[in-house]
């Protein structure tokens, strides 16, 4: 990224201080207990000692502390918890047939978002819906084994990954060439 | 409109007791499946039902049992927790199956031969 | 209700153990173990709720992370026969910041 040192020191100071946010309000949650102000101090202190650990490893930064950029994934959720549904029916459905056929397959996925974090979740995305399962990631493509053939069209993939690419905060332009 | 949530929070537990006991259910029929299924591959493929809408109704009845409590926000966590890490598993599994070379089974594959060509199960 | 819910729980559990003692591959048990550990938290939720007694969900919470961590390690150690390359790896990119 090509930026100023200061605007780096803020984008630095509102990492550590979103992360150092999501401590107390982790503490908040498993504590349940707010009447004693030295188990609220400690908990504070804890909280800021977990940034400051973070820093000291210097692995502060947006993968550590993704909070500014959630509402993306929040916006990506309600479509995977869909087809994740989706292919829980279907799979429940072969596993209760008397006469199971399956037509397991091992495919290679090449349409990839081009960040990290956008593969990364594309992989979990895979995983994450019962009948695929990606298997090996390799720097062009995914390998993904399949329980029924009919899983393995290349349009939906396709659609997961594009979709998984904005919500790692990837411009859609660019990647309209690669479809298909 | 206060009339509406009272009739809400009486039918709330028989809500939240049906959506316990069909998440149960499948988790159940995900561990039906792991034990049914016929190779490695695919039993990941069972794993997975229990792993992402078992655990979605489970802990979604239970939420529902509590109401809106800080136990709830512990329940969340835990389904949360449970949904980033479980594919995670699942992958590293079965990355470790493909690298050591576990040849997972393809083509089609049938638990009972067709009537006409017995013994056909490839 | 909650008590259907905990013995259907329990005898997904005892599937997962069927498996995880019948195999056949090394694999197949890293598996059952894994999906034992999801339903085992599962469980302590609803068994949380049976007993009326919210503290068994923070047990869940903390074996939730523990069964994540131990398949990771399994895996891990029987890759590579030992649990020590990542800190290698580490100390060779100590300069990167």
């Known amino acids: 990224m090509n930026v100023s040192n200061e605007s780096r020191i803020g984008v630095f100071m509102g990492y550590a201080l979103s992360l150092t946010t999501a401590m107390a309000v982790l503490w908040l949650v498993l504590s349940g207990h707010y009447d004693s102000t030295l188990l609220l101090g400690l908990g504070a202190g804890s909280a800021v000692f977990a940034s400051f650990m973070a820093w000291r490893l210097h692995i502060l930064d947006v993968e550590t502390s993704p909070y500014h950029r959630l509402w993306r994934f929040v916006l990506y959720w309600p479509w995977l918890l869909m087809e994740v549904i989706k292919t829980n029916i279907t799979v429940i459905r072969t596993i209760l047939s008397p006469d199971m056929v399956l037509t397991p397959r091992m495919v290679r996925v090449k349409t990839l978002p081009d960040t990290d974090m956008g593969r990364a979740l594309f992989a979990n995305s895979i995983t994450l819906t019962p009948g695929t399962v990606s298997v090996d990631l390799d720097s062009d493509e995914i390998i993904v084994h399949a329980l029924l053939k009919e899983m393995t069209d290349k349009a939906g993939f396709a659609d997961m990954a594009a979709r998984s690419a904005r919500a790692s905060g990837e411009k859609p332009a660019d990647k309209a060439g690669g479809m298909k | 409109m206060s009339e509406f949530l009272q009739a809400l929070d009486i039918i709330r537990p028989y809500v939240a007791g049906a959506v316990l006991i069909l998440g149960a259910v499948i988790v159940f029929l995900g561990a039906s499946g792991v034990l049914r299924l016929p190779d490695f591959y695919s039993r990941l493929h069972a794993a997975g039902v229990t792993d992402t809408l078992g655990t979605l109704l489970v802990l979604l009845g239970l939420i529902l049992f509590s109401g809106f409590t800080l136990l709830s926000a512990k329940l969340a966590l835990v389904g949360m927790f449970l949904l980033l890490t479980s594919p995670t598993a699942t992958h590293a599994v079965a990355n470790a199956a493909h690298k050591s070379g576990l040849k997972p089974l393809l083509g089609t594959w049938r638990s009972q031969p067709p009537k006409d060509e017995p013994g056909n199960n490839t | ?97």
């Open chain 3, 1 to 97: 209700m909650i008590f259907t819910a905990a013995l259907l729980l329990m005898a997904g559990m005892t599937l997962m153990l069927v498996r995880l003692l019948r195999g056949p591959e090394l694999y197949d048990r890293v598996l059952a173990v894994n999906s034992f550990g999801t339903k085992t938290v599962l469980f302590l939720c609803v068994f949380a709720f049976l007993i009326g007694r919210p503290d068994a969900v923070d047990i869940a919470l903390l074996y939730a992370l523990m069964n994540f961590i131990a398949t990771i390690a399994i895996l891990k150690f029987f890759r590579y026969r030992t649990l020590d390359i990542a800190l290698s790896k580490m100390q060779r990119r100590g300069d990167h910041t």
